[in-house]
């Protein structure tokens, strides 16, 4: 079997437009452009360059954008004021605090002080919670991009075993969460997995989000699955995934590439967030 490219720059490409139409009726019916609030501290370049292609994404589709770079030095006290200033702010609908923080900075305390209805991360307690509960919410980005992708091949979630790598409060974590929402059977896997390769063989849908290159090889997984990587690393000046793509491709059924897989969606359902966060005024 060869797999079938899931491209995730071509949906998200559909997702932007569908996107612009709706600010567009937005726009006319109440009079509101939607607004996104993107704040970044220190010189990391991958952030700014990530921050970029926010700014550009909103640019693109007809929303304001408004970005603070900040320096590192930075305190907490003063990035909380800008939050609290942006939480009052009536053109900003979402805010976004880059991660990861400077040093020093307390990463859980400033995601708190976003308003919920301002949380387009959807990193914030209330909205971690409420997609626990199976409550509509703000949902973390990349792992609403990722249920997209799936839901894109067409194959039926529901009674599919789903295996997912990584725990982390951003990505793996939420990402179990919507699959289980959608009706499939979830193993979440972590560093303290023992024998991964027994868990990731029996995948139905494999969701890798480790940011270990290499870490899926052929021989791991089950003829036929979909496979989506989000793992994201750079070697040797390239953007590599967690999985050997030449060897999946020839027994996964679906499987995204990196780039171009889930980095695209991330995007795309920031802007779709900002959206919703601006609808819900
Ligand atoms: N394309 C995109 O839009 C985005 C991509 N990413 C990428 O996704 C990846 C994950 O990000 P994030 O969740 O923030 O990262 P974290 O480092 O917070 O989490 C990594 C997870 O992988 C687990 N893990 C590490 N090594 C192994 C292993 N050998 N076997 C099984 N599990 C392992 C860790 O386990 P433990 O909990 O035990 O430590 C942890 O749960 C990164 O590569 C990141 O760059 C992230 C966000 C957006
Ligand atoms: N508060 C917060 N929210 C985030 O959503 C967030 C964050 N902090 N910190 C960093 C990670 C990373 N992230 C990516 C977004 C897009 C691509 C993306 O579009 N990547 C392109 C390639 C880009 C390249 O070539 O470097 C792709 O995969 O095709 C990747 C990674 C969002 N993150």
Redesign the pocket.
Known sequence: MTAKILDG?KLSKEIKEKIANDIKALQKSKGIIPGLAVIIAGDDEA?H??VS?KEKACESVGMYSKSFKLPGTITQEELLKIIDELNDDEKIHGI????PLPPGIDERMVNERILPSKDI?G?HAINHGRLFLGEDSLIP??PKGIIELIKYTGVPISGKHAVVIGRSNIVGKPTAMLLLRENATVTICHSKTKDLTSHVRSADILVSAAGIPNLVRGNMVKEGAIVIDAG?RVVEDK?VGDVNFNEVEKIASWLTP???????M??AM?LQNTLKAAMMK
């Open positions: 720059k952030s360059v990530y292609m976004l605090v880059q991660l991360d990193f980005c990349t994201t953007l990196v780039p171009g897989g889930v980095g695209p991330t995007i920031l």
